[in-house]
């Protein structure tokens, strides 16, 4: 939760005389009252909101601690939001597969999300329906089907060599250490970059369209008002500041889509545009419902998904990999075995990876162990309906904890260890989309499933086999142990982000 520059024993004064006022205004308007899953008993309308804040813990430990409690589903009451948190594997089946489009919705946004997302005019914060509908099926149709993705094998290439050399680079002016996040994050967002604008970008443009998401990101940041409006006049510097941050992002990307917009209407005059981009099928997208075409703030906004979708989730299993990598050197010299009998002296192409089965079974592994972020994103019902016996309202925040699917010891013999054996041997299997049976859902399932889970499992393996062809990665401080605590961080990253030291190969 965002810090606030107000003192929190004021704030949870005032919480509690406001809530006790509610609390005993609504209980006389509810007549029926509903049977929700249980949960840890909170204070009126507050909930279990100052519990979370209080136990010291990143929100997915919390959560983890109290799944032990009370179960595959439970309630938390965050304010006026309630929360329906799931962690079983079923239940999860049953929801999102089987009554796939009862479960298929996005909850109400807070405000500084609807100033960002153009009130909801994105794929991911879509309610289900016609604009969802249409803005999804031209991101997959039209950007991520197989053939499209192979349009974009050059700038893919062009990314891995540019992130070669940057490590090595880097790796010669600090004593064979790297920054593996750092460095994995930047070639993932110049391929989303080169896609999604069609236009080539010096670096430092590129760094500085970074800075710009990230300042994004990080207004996005829950608040406390977001759980209880009702403090939202103590607030107004923040929106003040987040409508001053949109501002800056829409300045900042506009000159982009016009530059491209421009290339289009007059082809060949401008030699750093590409022959394709997510741009061009957003200029003309026909929205069911509406009559206009997007204008340029909700471009931006699309552009932004797109980049803010696919940038750190990758970055991030990238990250655990190395890490993983680092911590067991008979895996990793597998894997390098299996890239030399390959390729042999050649790069890895990204038409390699088929005929990789080992390092298909180690990404298969880091997902289910390292989810790039804990909870998918927040689902709805469309109306009200039940799950397991318990009452779903379709104003619940419906949340997945994913770890409590992949580390499922019921499911899963040894979860706990980094294990790419057990796919690689065939002893275990799981179909990541969840449509035959769900075991694991890094990209979630169902009809919300993430649309770039191809693209996204591409840039993985890829990124993992070229930076382990061309260098041996080794623990910094030599022999030091790896320390695997997570952080939240928009994604879970490294608590301690991974510095590497490497060695090219010969
Ligand atoms: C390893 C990388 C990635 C991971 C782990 C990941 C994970 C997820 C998850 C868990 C969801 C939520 C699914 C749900 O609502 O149940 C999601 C949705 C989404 N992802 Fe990804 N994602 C990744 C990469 C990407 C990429 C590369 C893109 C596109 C450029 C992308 C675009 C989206 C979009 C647009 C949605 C919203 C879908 C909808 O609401 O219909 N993601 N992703």
Same mark, same amino acid.
């Given at each position: ?10 704030f ?11 609390? #005993?205004?609504?209980?006389?308007s509810? %007549? ?9 008993p909170?204070w009126?309308?507050?909930? =279990? ?16 601690? &109290?799944? *032990? *409690? ?12 309630t ?7 079923k ?8 009554k796939?489009a009862?479960?298929a ?8 999300? =609807? ?11 879509a ?6 509908r %249409?803005l ?6 039209n ?17 891995? !060599?540019k992130?070669i ?15 593996v996040?750092k ?19 010096e $670096? $430092? ?8 998401? *990230?300042?994004?990101l ?10 209880l409006? &009702?403090?939202s ?8 500041r ?13 000159? #982009?889509?016009?530059?491209r ?10 030699? %750093? ?11 003309? @997208? ?6 206009? @075409?997007?204008? =340029? ?17 990758t970055a ?10 680092i911590a067991?050197? $008979? ?17 890895v192409?990204?038409? !390699? ?13 880091? &997902? ?14 469309? $109306?009200?309906?039940t799950l ?24 899963? %013999? ?16 799981? !179909?990541?989309?969840?449509?035959t ?5 890094p ?6 499933i993430?649309?770039g889970l ?32 997570? *952080? ?7 608590? =301690? ?10």
């Amino acid at each position: 939760m965002a810090s606030s520059s107000s003192s929190p024993v004021f704030f949870t004064i005032l919480a509690f005389l406001i809530s006790c006022i509610i609390f #005993f205004l609504s209980r006389k308007s509810k %007549s029926k009252r509903l049977n929700l899953p249980p949960g840890p008993p909170g204070w009126p309308v507050v909930g =279990n909101l100052f519990q979370a804040a209080r136990s010291g813990k990143p929100f997915f430990d919390y959560v983890d601690d &109290l799944r *032990k *409690k009370y179960g595959p589903i439970f309630t938390l009451k965050m304010g006026t939001r309630t929360m329906i948190i799931l962690s079983d594997a079923k239940l999860c089946h049953e929801a999102f597969i089987e009554k796939g489009a009862l479960f298929a919705s996005r909850p109400r946004e807070n405000p500084t999300r =609807n100033i960002f997302s153009c009130n909801k005019f994105t794929v991911n914060a879509a309610v289900y329906g016609p604009v969802w509908r %249409s803005l999804r099926r031209n991101m997959v149709q039209n950007m991520l089907s197989s053939s499209r993705l192979k349009e974009f094998r050059k700038i893919r290439a062009d990314s891995m !060599d540019k992130l070669i050399s940057r490590l090595r680079a880097e790796a010669e002016a600090n004593g064979g250490v790297v920054s593996v996040l750092k460095n994995a994050r930047f070639a993932v967002f110049c391929i989303l970059l080169g896609m999604c604008f069609g236009l080539e970008m010096e $670096e $430092e443009t590129v760094e500085k369209m970074d800075q710009v998401m *990230k300042t994004v990101l990080i207004t996005l940041d829950p608040r406390i008002d977001d759980y209880l409006p &009702l403090l939202s006049p103590f607030f107004s510097k923040q929106r003040k500041r987040a409508l001053e941050v949109r501002k800056e992002q829409v300045d900042f990307i506009v000159p #982009f889509i016009e530059q491209r917009r421009e290339a289009l209407l007059n082809p060949g005059s401008d030699k %750093s545009a590409m022959s394709f981009s997510y741009l061009d099928t957003l200029f003309d @997208v026909k929205v069911e419902g509406r009559k206009s @075409v997007p204008s =340029n703030s909700e471009l931006v906004t699309l552009c932004s998904e797109f980049l803010n979708g696919g940038t750190d989730t990758t970055a991030t299993a990238v990250e655990w990999g190395i890490a993983q990598l680092i911590a067991n050197p $008979e895996i990793q010299s597998k894997l390098y075995e299996e890239i030399k009998l390959t390729v042999g002296d050649r790069k890895v192409d990204e038409k !390699d990876v088929e005929n990789m089965k080992y390092l298909q079974a180690i990404v298969k592994e880091l &997902l289910r162990k390292h989810p790039p972020t804990y909870f998918s994103l927040t689902h709805a019902a469309t $109306e009200p309906t039940t799950l397991a016996g318990y009452d779903i309202p379709t104003d619940t925040n419906v949340e997945i904890f994913l770890p409590g699917i992949g580390w499922d010891p019921k499911i899963w %013999s040894n979860p706990e260890k980094f294990d790419p054996d057990r796919f690689y041997s065939g002893k275990e299997e799981a !179909d990541i989309t969840g449509v035959t049976g769900v075991k694991m859902m890094p990209f979630g399932v169902g009809r919300r499933i993430c649309p770039g889970l191809g693209m996204a499992t591409v840039h993985v393996h890829l990124m993992l086999a070229r930076m382990v062809q061309e260098f041996e990665w080794i623990a910094f401080p030599p022999n030091s142990k790896i320390d695997f605590t997570g *952080k939240l961080e928009f994604t879970v990253v490294m608590k =301690n982000s991974l510095n590497a030291m490497i060695k090219p190969r010969s």
